[in-house]
């Protein structure tokens, strides 16, 4: 069965400074791999995925994530976090590149210090 | 577009009673889904659907019922609603293409509270 573990389950960082949330997955097959942000009180927004091709992949609002088969990981990265970044990420892994049946990871919450 | 709507917002229900959670979705999509979300343990997947008529079970699809009678509606039932069941209801829905730039659309959610 796959599986999806985001270890960190809070994380807060000063605006302007670098972010990388951890992202590993636990699949059989050929993982096709999404990271999604959540504001509060709402649904949930795709920032990018990946199923094929260059291993780093490039998403909406700056962020880009990178995919290592060897270490079963997807860390999602930001080179400069700003105040509005704050909100919950996930992590998932999908049977197909639609994405329409995944398994999430539990979510990193992300603060932002001014 | 309106994207995927969902009603109601939020419902409270007492133990025993049943209701159903709308979702409808105006891009043409064929897949749809339904996820329920708990705190920590991020979205479950509840059932699917690739097309009108066709329907799947997901992780957890134990007290839920799903059909597809149209490609715009995906209702979910609660028969017999259990206090288990409160948690936030996510439906979404993504087209059947296959490049990469697929998007799967979420609704905004259904807050439901299980006395």
């Known amino acids: 069965a796959q599986s999806v573990t985001q270890p960190d389950i809070h994380i807060t960082v000063s605006e302007g400074a670098s972010l990388e949330l951890r992202c590993n997955y636990s699949?059989?097959?050929?993982?096709?791999l999404f990271w999604y942000v959540q504001s509060p009180g709402q649904g949930l927004q795709l920032l990018l995925k990946?199923?094929?091709?260059?291993?780093l992949v490039q998403g909406i609002k700056g962020f880009e994530a990178e995919f290592k088969r060897s270490q079963s990981s997807f860390n999602l990265r930001k080179p400069s976090v700003h105040w509005s970044d704050a909100a919950e990420y996930f992590c998932?892994?999908?049977?197909?590149?639609?994405?329409?049946?995944?398994?999430f990871g539990g979510g990193t919450r992300l603060m932002v210090k001014p | 577009n309106a994207g995927v709507t969902q009603t109601p917002k939020f419902q409270v229900l007492k133990t025993g009673q049943s209701m159903t959670l709308q979702c409808a979705q105006d891009?043409?999509?064929?897949?749809m889904s339904w996820y329920r979300q708990d705190p920590g343990m991020g979205l479950r997947l509840i059932h699917y659907?690739?097309?009108?008529?066709?329907?799947d079970q997901g992780e957890v699809p134990n007290g839920y019922n799903v059909s597809r009678s149209t490609t715009e509606d995906f209702p979910l039932r609660l028969l017999s609603a259990a206090p288990s069941q409160t948690s936030v209801y996510f439906c979404?829905?993504?087209?059947?293409?296959?490049?990469?730039?697929?998007?799967?659309?979420f609704g905004p959610g259904t807050r439901l509270l299980v006395l």
């Open positions: 699949y059989g097959a050929t993982p096709y």
């Open positions: 979404a829905s993504v087209g059947r293409g296959q490049t990469s730039q697929e998007t799967q659309y």
């Open positions: 659907s690739v097309g009108a008529g066709i329907t």
């Open positions: 998932a892994v999908g049977s197909n590149n639609a994405g329409n049946m995944l398994t």
């Open positions: 891009m043409n999509h064929e897949y």
């Open positions: 990946y199923f094929s091709g260059d291993t």
